[in-house]
C-alpha cells in the first residue's frame, strides 16, 4: 500500500465504522424531508411542465445530502484528528500536500457518492426518475462533491474548536444548500433572490444535477458546468497552497 | 558517514517567543543521546522540527543527512518519532493502528514486524482491542510501537515515561536499548535525570532555547566535585566539624577529595562521639541539571 492509498483506506474505515451515523443518518433525513415537502406541495406547486413536484424535488435531495456529507466528511475527519492530536501520525509520514489532499478529498467524495445513492435508492419508492444525460450527471457529481470536500479540508484546518467547524456548517453551508434551488425553481423567486441565487455557486451543482434527470434547468447546463468546474480549480488551488504552507497544521 | 541528526543554527520563533535560539547539535549514528531541560526549554520544539511537525525560522536540521525541509520524505522515514501527548485515534484498534501507519510509509505485508514489537512492548493481547479501551500505559506502548513500525535508524522519544507504571518503564527501556545495540540511534526527552543517566552516553542540557551543555554524562557528572557523608551520631558533634543537619537526626559533611573523609570520621571520634551509620552520595545528574540549569 502506498502512503495515499493507506491514508484514503483510513479515512473510508473512518465513516464506514460509523455508518448509522454517517450514511444512514442522512439518508434518513432526506426521506423526511421528501414525505414532509413532497406530502404538503405534490398538489400545489408544478415547476416543470409534465414533472411532479416529488419527482422535481428528489435530484435535489441527493445532491445536498451529497454535497453536506462531502463538507462534513473531510472537515470532522480533521478537527477530530487535530483536536485528539492524532493527526500527528499523518504530518511525521513521507506524504507529500498533494496526497493529503487527495486522500481526504477522494474519501469525502465518496462518502458523499455512498449518501446520494442511499437517498436515490429510498426515493424509488416515492416517484421514478427519468436519467437522460448519465455523464452529466457523473461531471456534476464529482465536481460538486470535490468542492465541498476542499471546503470541508480548509473549515478543518482553520477551525480549532467544534464550534467554529459549526459555525462554518451552519452559516455558510447550509444556508449555501438550502438557498440553491433545492426545494424551488428560482423563477418562482422576486427578481433580487433570483440574481442573488447567481452568486450562490451551489445553484448551478443543482440546476445541472437536475438538468442530468430531466433534460430541464433554469440555465443552460454548460454554463453550470463551467460555473462548477472554475469554482472547483479555484478552491482545490486555494486549498493545495494551504496545505503546502501547513497552515495551521505544520506550525 | 552522516550524522544521525545534525542541526545547525537553527532558530524558531512564534510570534514574541524564541522558542529556538541559534541551535546547533550532531548526534552520531548509533548514539543514545539525553535532551534534557526544564519546561519550555524547546525540547519538544526542537523534535517537532526533526519530525516535519513545525517549520524552522532560520537554520538547517538533517535527519541521516536528508534536510528536514527539502527532502522530507528520506528524513521522515529515517525517524520515529514518540510524541509526548498520549494521542491515539479512537476508531481502530491497535493492530489497526499500526497497519495503517506502516501503510503511511509505504510498507506493505509488515505483519512479522508489528508481531514482533507488540511482543516485545507486552502489547500482543491487547492488539486487537478498540484503542479507546486501552488503558493509558497500553495506549503509551501503542505509541512506542506506531515510531518503530517502518524500523527507523533514529528513533526519537519525547517524555516516553511520564505518568507510566515501573513494569512499562523496564519493558519499554529493555527493547530500545536492543534497538541500540542494533545499531538504532536513540534521543530521549525525559524529567527523569536518573533515567538519561543510566541510558545515554550523551547529553545536551536546553535553556530558553539555547543549549546550554553538551557532553557525555560520565564528564557532566565529573563537573561537580562534591560528595557527601550522611551521619548518624550518638551525641551533638562540635559546632567547629562543620557538620550540616540532615534529615532524621542525621549530620551531613559535604567534602571534595575522599581523603578528607577519614580526618573528619578522626576529629567525631576525639569529640567523643561514635559514628552509628553513615551513608555516601555521590554527585548525580540531578545535581549536575541544577547547577548548570541555574547558573547558565
Redesign the interface.
Known amino acids: 500500500m502506498t502512503a495515499f492509498s493507506t491514508l484514503l483506506y483510513k479515512e473510508l474505515l473512518r465513516f464506514w465504522k460509523v455508518a448509522f451515523q454517517t450514511v444512514l443518518a442522512p439518508v434518513i433525513t432526506a426521506m423526511l424531508y421528501l414525505l414532509i415537502f413532497s406530502h404538503v406541495l405534490e398538489e400545489r406547486v408544478q415547476v416543470y411542465p409534465g414533472i411532479s413536484y416529488t419527482t422535481f424535488l428528489v435530484p435535489g435531495l441527493i445532491m445536498m445530502s451529497m454535497l453536506q456529507n462531502a463538507f462534513a466528511n473531510s472537515s470532522s475527519s480533521l478537527i477530530q484528528s487535530k483536536i485528539t492530536g492524532n493527526i500527528v501520525f499523518v504530518l511525521v509520514a513521507p506524504l507529500s500536500y498533494l496526497e493529503f489532499f487527495s486522500a481526504y478529498m477522494l474519501a469525502s467524495v465518496i462518502r458523499g457518492l455512498v449518501v446520494g445513492i442511499g437517498v436515490g435508492l429510498v426515493t424509488v419508492w416515492f416517484t421514478e426518475l427519468p436519467l437522460l444525460h448519465p455523464v452529466w450527471l457523473i461531471f456534476f457529481t464529482a465536481l460538486s462533491t470535490g468542492i465541498l470536500a476542499a471546503l470541508g479540508i480548509v473549515a478543518g484546518m482553520w477551525a480549532e474548536k467544534f464550534d467554529q467547524l459549526a459555525a462554518f456548517q451552519n452559516f455558510l453551508i447550509m444556508p449555501l444548500t438550502f438557498l440553491s434551488g433545492v426545494f424551488y425553481s428560482i423563477h418562482s423567486l422576486p427578481d433580487f433572490w433570483q440574481a442573488a441565487s447567481h452568486w450562490n455557486p451551489v445553484f448551478y451543482m443543482i440546476d445541472g444535477f437536475r438538468w442530468g434527470f430531466f433534460g430541464l434547468s433554469d440555465i443552460p447546463p454548460a454554463t453550470s458546468l463551467l460555473v462548477v468546474a472554475v469554482c472547483f480549480v479555484a478552491i482545490s488551488g486555494f486549498t493545495l497552497l494551504l496545505l503546502k504552507r501547513g497552515y495551521k497544521l505544520r506550525h | 558517514m552522516s550524522a544521525a541528526i545534525r542541526v545547525q543554527g537553527l532558530v524558531k520563533q512564534?510570534r514574541q517567543v524564541r522558542a529556538l535560539n541559534d541551535i546547533d547539535l550532531e548526534i552520531k549514528q548509533g548514539e543514545f543521546f539525553g535532551l534534557l531541560g526544564p519546561n519550555g526549554a524547546g525540547k519538544t520544539t526542537l523534535i517537532?522540527i526533526l519530525?516535519?511537525?513545525?517549520?524552522a525560522t532560520h537554520g538547517k536540521a538533517e535527519i541521516m543527512g536528508f534536510d528536514v525541509a527539502r527532502d522530507?520524505?528520506?528524513s521522515?522515514?529515517a525517524?520515529g518519532?514518540v510524541?509526548q501527548?498520549l494521542?491515539?485515534?479512537?476508531?481502530?484498534t491497535a493492530r489497526?493502528t499500526l497497519r495503517?501507519?506502516?501503510?503511511?510509509?509505504?510498507?506493505?505485508k509488515n505483519d512479522d514486524w508489528i508481531d514482533h514489537i507488540l511482543d516485545h512492548l507486552g502489547l500482543t493481547e491487547h492488539a486487537d482491542k478498540n484503542m479507546r479501551t486501552l488503558s493509558g500505559g497500553m495506549k503509551r506502548r501503542v505509541l512506542v510501537a506506531?515510531a518503530l513500525v517502518h524500523k527507523p535508524p533514529v528513533i526519537v522519544l519525547d517524555e516516553p515515561t511520564a505518568g507510566v507504571d515501573v513494569d512499562l518503564r523496564q519493558t519499554l527501556w529493555e527493547f530500545i536499548r536492543s534497538l541500540n545495540r542494533e545499531g538504532h540511534t536513540v534521543v530521549l526527552t525525559t524529567h527523569y535525570l536518573e533515567e538519561a543517566e543510566t541510558l545515554c552516553e550523551r547529553i545536551a542540557m536546553l535553556k530558553q532555547g539555547r543549549v546550554v551543555a553538551l557532553d557525555s554524562t560520565r564528564n557532566l557528572l565529573s563537573r561537580r566535585h562534591e560528595h557527601q557523608a550522611c551521619l548518624t551520631l550518638d551525641g551533638m558533634p562540635p559546632a567547629e566539624l562543620g557538620l550540616k543537619t540532615g534529615a532524621g537526626g542525621t549530620w551531613v559533611y559535604v567534602f571534595q577529595e575522599y581523603a578528607q573523609l577519614e580526618p573528619m570520621l578522626a576529629a567525631i571520634r576525639k569529640a567523643g562521639l561514635t559514628v552509628q551509620e553513615m551513608q555516601l552520595a555521590e554527585p548525580d545528574l540531578e545535581d549536575v541539571f541544577t547547577e548548570i540549569i541555574r547558573n547558565s
Not at chain 2, 495503517?100 to 510498507?107: A, D, E, N, R, V
Open positions: 512564534f517537532s519530525a516535519g511537525l513545525t517549520h522530507y520524505r528520506r521522515r522515514r525517524l518519532m510524541p501527548e494521542v491515539y485515534d479512537p476508531f481502530f489497526e495503517l501507519q506502516s501503510g503511511y510509509f509505504g510498507i506493505r506506531q
